[in-house]
Protein backbone atom coordinates (compact mmCIF):
# COMPACT_ATOMS: atom_id res chain seq x y z
CA UNK A 1 0.00 0.00 0.00
CA UNK A 2 3.11 2.27 -0.79
CA UNK A 3 0.20 4.48 -2.44
CA UNK A 4 -1.90 5.13 1.11
CA UNK A 5 -0.15 8.02 3.52
CA UNK A 6 -1.56 10.24 6.05
CA UNK A 7 -2.20 14.01 4.86
CA UNK A 8 -3.38 16.62 6.98
CA UNK A 9 -6.10 19.67 5.23
CA UNK A 10 -6.40 23.16 6.33
CA UNK A 11 -10.26 23.87 6.12
CA UNK A 12 -11.78 24.04 2.73
CA UNK A 13 -13.95 26.84 1.65
CA UNK A 14 -16.25 25.32 -1.15
CA UNK A 15 -18.98 26.23 -3.95
CA UNK A 16 -20.85 23.58 -5.65
CA UNK A 17 -24.16 21.94 -6.17
CA UNK A 18 -24.94 18.67 -5.23
CA UNK A 19 -27.21 15.25 -5.74
CA UNK A 20 -28.76 13.43 -2.68
CA UNK A 21 -29.84 9.54 -4.01
CA UNK A 22 -29.89 5.71 -3.67
CA UNK A 23 -26.41 4.38 -3.66
CA UNK A 24 -27.72 2.30 -6.55
CA UNK A 25 -27.72 5.15 -8.82
CA UNK A 26 -24.10 5.97 -8.28
CA UNK A 27 -21.34 6.67 -10.39
CA UNK A 28 -23.80 7.59 -13.19
CA UNK A 29 -24.85 10.93 -10.97
CA UNK A 30 -21.92 11.64 -9.55
CA UNK A 31 -20.40 12.00 -13.26
CA UNK A 32 -23.55 13.71 -14.84
CA UNK A 33 -23.22 16.36 -11.22
CA UNK A 34 -19.66 16.60 -12.09
CA UNK A 35 -20.04 17.64 -16.01
CA UNK A 36 -23.30 19.79 -14.98
CA UNK A 37 -20.94 21.73 -12.21
CA UNK A 38 -17.94 22.12 -14.76
CA UNK A 39 -20.26 23.43 -17.70
CA UNK A 40 -21.15 26.36 -14.95
CA UNK A 41 -17.68 26.73 -13.47
CA UNK A 42 -17.56 30.33 -15.08
CA UNK A 43 -20.36 31.34 -12.80
CA UNK A 44 -17.75 30.93 -10.29
CA UNK A 45 -15.72 34.06 -11.94
CA UNK A 46 -11.95 34.72 -10.52
CA UNK A 47 -13.53 33.39 -6.83
CA UNK A 48 -11.78 29.86 -7.54
CA UNK A 49 -8.14 29.19 -6.20
CA UNK A 50 -7.42 26.10 -8.11
CA UNK A 51 -8.70 24.19 -11.10
CA UNK A 52 -9.23 20.88 -8.38
CA UNK A 53 -12.26 19.25 -8.28
CA UNK A 54 -13.59 18.82 -4.90
CA UNK A 55 -16.27 15.95 -4.37
CA UNK A 56 -17.02 15.45 -0.89
CA UNK A 57 -19.71 13.18 -0.01
CA UNK A 58 -22.08 11.54 3.30
CA UNK A 59 -24.10 8.34 3.08
CA UNK A 60 -24.97 5.70 4.97
CA UNK A 61 -26.57 2.13 4.51
CA UNK A 62 -29.03 3.39 1.55
CA UNK A 63 -28.69 6.63 0.01
CA UNK A 64 -25.67 9.40 -0.34
CA UNK A 65 -25.46 13.38 -1.35
CA UNK A 66 -22.25 13.76 -2.92
CA UNK A 67 -20.83 17.15 -3.92
CA UNK A 68 -19.17 18.44 -6.83
CA UNK A 69 -17.25 21.91 -6.00
CA UNK A 70 -14.23 24.42 -6.42
CA UNK A 71 -12.10 26.00 -3.31
CA UNK A 72 -13.65 29.46 -3.43
CA UNK A 73 -12.71 32.95 -1.30
CA UNK A 74 -15.89 33.83 0.31
CA UNK A 75 -18.22 34.59 -2.42
CA UNK A 76 -20.63 37.69 -1.56
CA UNK A 77 -23.23 36.27 -4.09
CA UNK A 78 -23.30 32.27 -4.49
CA UNK A 79 -24.86 31.93 -8.52
CA UNK A 80 -28.37 30.32 -8.06
CA UNK A 81 -28.56 26.41 -7.39
CA UNK A 82 -24.93 26.83 -5.69
CA UNK A 83 -24.01 26.47 -2.55
CA UNK A 84 -21.02 27.57 -0.54
CA UNK A 85 -19.70 25.67 3.23
CA UNK A 86 -16.26 24.83 5.04
CA UNK A 87 -14.91 21.50 5.54
CA UNK A 88 -12.88 22.03 8.92
CA UNK A 89 -9.81 20.66 8.74
CA UNK A 90 -9.05 17.32 9.29
CA UNK A 91 -6.57 14.29 8.73
CA UNK A 92 -7.10 11.80 6.42
CA UNK A 93 -5.90 8.57 4.80
CA UNK A 94 -5.40 9.57 1.62
CA UNK A 95 -4.55 6.84 -1.73
CA UNK A 96 -3.77 8.19 -4.92
CA UNK A 97 -5.53 6.23 -8.07
CA UNK A 98 -7.37 7.25 -11.29
CA UNK A 99 -11.28 8.27 -12.16
CA UNK A 100 -11.19 4.48 -14.13
CA UNK A 101 -9.69 2.97 -10.66
CA UNK A 102 -11.51 4.46 -8.26
CA UNK A 103 -12.91 1.02 -6.87
CA UNK A 104 -9.68 -0.40 -6.38
CA UNK A 105 -8.62 2.78 -4.71
CA UNK A 106 -11.34 2.32 -1.77
CA UNK A 107 -10.33 -1.02 -1.45
CA UNK A 108 -6.86 -0.54 -1.04
CA UNK A 109 -7.68 2.73 1.29
CA UNK A 110 -9.51 0.71 3.36
CA UNK A 111 -7.55 -2.68 4.00
CA UNK A 112 -4.44 0.03 4.74
CA UNK A 113 -6.97 1.84 7.40
CA UNK A 114 -7.97 -1.32 8.85
CA UNK A 115 -3.90 -2.61 8.74
CA UNK A 116 -2.70 0.67 10.44
CA UNK A 117 -5.17 -0.08 12.86
CA UNK A 118 -6.59 4.18 11.59
CA UNK A 119 -10.49 5.14 12.99
CA UNK A 120 -12.29 6.74 10.44
CA UNK A 121 -14.17 10.04 11.81
CA UNK A 122 -17.42 8.85 11.07
CA UNK A 123 -19.16 12.29 11.37
CA UNK A 124 -16.98 13.70 8.95
CA UNK A 125 -17.05 13.99 5.17
CA UNK A 126 -14.52 12.20 2.99
CA UNK A 127 -13.60 13.69 -0.37
CA UNK A 128 -12.40 12.66 -3.78
CA UNK A 129 -10.15 15.25 -5.12
CA UNK A 130 -9.93 15.21 -9.10
CA UNK A 131 -7.42 16.30 -10.70
CA UNK A 132 -9.33 17.76 -14.40
CA UNK A 133 -6.65 18.18 -17.19
CA UNK A 134 -8.99 20.46 -19.68
CA UNK A 135 -7.01 18.97 -22.87
CA UNK A 136 -10.05 15.67 -21.14
CA UNK A 137 -7.74 13.07 -20.95
CA UNK A 138 -8.92 9.53 -20.85
CA UNK A 139 -7.44 8.87 -17.57
CA UNK A 140 -7.25 11.96 -14.53
CA UNK A 141 -5.60 11.44 -11.39
CA UNK A 142 -7.85 11.18 -8.22
CA UNK A 143 -7.22 11.32 -4.59
CA UNK A 144 -9.25 9.47 -2.17
CA UNK A 145 -9.33 10.89 1.42
CA UNK A 146 -11.15 9.67 4.81
CA UNK A 147 -11.40 11.60 7.73
CA UNK A 148 -9.82 9.87 10.59
CA UNK A 149 -9.95 10.02 14.45
CA UNK A 150 -7.47 12.14 16.40
Known amino acids: MENC ?16 GPY ?26 STVLYSPYFGNEVFATYWAC ?3 QHLEEVPPGMVQFTIPAHRYAMVACSNK ?8 LHTWINEMRLEKQENAVSLELFYIDEHHLEEEPVELLIPLKG
Open 5 to 20: SIVTKPALHLAGISYC
Open 24 to 49: SSFPDEAIRLQTEFLTRKHELNDASK
Open 70 to 72: YEV
Open 101 to 108: RIGEGYEQ
